[in-house]
């Protein structure tokens, strides 16, 4: 008999509900990740804050904060590893944006709107961690 | 052509949709912003949520799709709640059940199908999420679990739910 093979747990935030909603379950069904979901940035803080996660997927329209948080993470300053993969995931980056998201060591931007096969894809290849590219 | 059967439970089923006080009301987001991001992950001309009344199949959201309501008998979702799974239809031209359907000879050129039956928290199928296409086509699985996942979220806004968070 085989064990299951265990999940990565990969945390979201997205605070647009249907997004949000369909990449939890359907990361879920077809066995991709565990994903823990956020609305909220404060709500990101506080699972990072309680747990360790080896993906992360950040919505990044609110831009300062988002990149406030993934700072903090690759300071080491929650229980993940300080060089776990992230995904960016942006309807627009603003001037300068690129180069701070490309310091900060994010494995991949998706331009919104993508498709959640291609989140799932990059989320399932998880340890990959290539350089910053941009996908539009 | 084959009309939509009528489910057992027709009676029960009809009274659990009038129920819901659904019909005929004003569009809501709740369910626009689940057509629009199943148009837009599946890549689908049009997107509806279909509630199959006695003689009409009407339409509680639709994208792409100009008729608020069609005639039941000639409804692809009026098949697709006889059972509770993903209906699928890749090709209606060449399906003895559907080729002469209007929906599928007429202007609509529909082709593709596939509906996810939508139910009260009763568990009554009272009609679909669905897609279309007028070209033929096939889901992969992550299409697949994307409609089963919004299925879900219609399932909880009918159930008074799904509210949180601004539009997708």
New interface residues.
């Given amino acids: 008999m085989t064990a299951p093979r265990s999940l990565p747990r990969v945390l979201l935030f997205e605070p647009h509900f249907v997004m949000r909603r369909t990449i939890v379950s359907v990361a879920r069904d077809l066995a991709v990740a565990e994903v823990q979901d956020a609305s909220t940035i404060d709500r990101a803080r506080a699972l990072l804050a309680g747990g360790a996660y080896e993906g992360v997927v950040l919505d990044i329209d609110d831009a300062a904060r988002t990149i406030d948080l993934l700072g903090d993470i690759r300071l080491g300053r929650f229980g993940s590893r300080a060089d776990a993969p992230v995904v960016v995931m942006a309807a627009e980056l603003r001037r300068g944006e690129e180069e701070q998201l490309e310091a900060l060591a994010v494995t991949q931007v998706l331009r919104k709107p993508f498709k959640i096969g291609d989140l799932l894809k990059i989320v399932g290849a998880r340890g990959r961690q290539a350089s910053p590219q941009v996908t539009r | 052509m084959t009309p939509a059967p009528i489910p057992d439970d027709e009676a029960d089923r009809l009274q659990a949709l009038q129920q819901l006080l659904l019909l005929d009301t004003p569009s809501d987001e709740r369910y626009d912003?689940?057509v629009r991001?199943a148009a837009?992950?599946l890549d689908m001309p049009v997107a509806l949520v279909s509630l199959i009344d006695g003689r009409r199949q009407w339409f509680k959201a639709r994208l792409g799709m100009e008729a608020p309501e069609t005639p039941r008998d000639i409804s692809f979702c009026g098949h697709a709640i006889m059972a509770p799974e993903l209906f699928v239809v890749e090709d209606a031209s060449r399906d003895p059940r559907f080729a002469d359907n209007p929906l599928v000879t007429g202007d609509l050129h529909l082709r593709f199908y596939a509906g996810a039956p939508i139910s009260t928290p009763g568990g009554h199928r009272i009609g679909t999420l669905c897609v279309i296409d007028s070209v033929p086509r096939q889901l992969?699985?992550?299409?697949r679990?994307?409609l089963?996942?919004?299925r879900?979220?219609v399932n909880e806004a009918l159930a008074g739910g799904?509210d949180?968070?601004?539009?997708?």
């Fill in positions: 912003r689940v991001f837009e992950q992969g699985p992550v299409e679990a994307v089963e996942a919004l879900g979220l799904g949180e968070g601004p539009p997708a």
